[in-house]
């Protein structure tokens, strides 16, 4: 009985040798930097608009905390969106803003080994909106100077890591308007690229 409490007490001696040694080479908490495109549209309750998708970019930086196979990551990206509308008048409209981007997300590591992974992850996201442009009729124009600065959306996607590279293919909801007069809520698809430093 006592040779077997000493040989399980030296096995779990080595397992947490083994576990303070990995935390050690593999540091919990990783900061790094992040760029990428979006592809973004605002849906409307006018039965008269008809959203389109358009291009943007967005760039900034992103710090992870590893807990095992799950993580949190925060982010602060500045985020340039475009979008545009269809009237059943045959006009047109051009949208733009910049915003400052804040999601924080929680993921789980489906593969997680030391130099890949495969992941997939959710959360919230605030936004706040500046600079915005619209070119268009005068009377759109009004409508959309109740452009609302503070947003907030939810957002998920798909990742993948390859030693300090990392890859996210998200979709963003905004669940309040950016425009009170046209009860406009964004929706984007991002695909970021990123590297972190440590």
Known sequence: MKNQF????S??????????????QTPAFHIGIKAGTSYTKTSSES?????????????GI???????????????LFNKRKTSYDTQNGTSAKLSWNSVDIPVVIGYKFINSSDFNV???????????????????????EGYKKFDK?????????????????????YERGLSDISKGFKSKPHSFTLGIGYFLF
Do not use: H, P, W
Not at 11 to 24: G, N, P, R
Not at 62 to 76: C, H, K, N, P
Not at 120 to 137: E, P, T
């Open 6 to 9: 000493l040989a399980l007490s």
């Open 11 to 24: 096995f779990l001696l080595c397992i947490t040798c083994s576990v303070e040694t990995k935390a050690q």
């Open 47 to 59: 039965s008269s608009l008809e959203g389109k998708y358009g291009f943007g970019y967005q760039g």
């Open 62 to 76: 992103m710090t992870r905390i590893d807990i095992g196979s799950l993580y949190v990551q925060g982010e602060a």
């Open 119 to 141: 992941r997939a992850f959710a959360g919230g996201v605030y936004s706040y909106a500046f600079k915005n442009d619209l070119s268009a009729s005068q009377a759109f124009q």
């Open 150 to 170: 503070s947003n907030i959306g939810v957002t998920g996607g798909i990742g993948v890591d390859y030693k300090n590279f990392t890859i996210d293919l998200r």
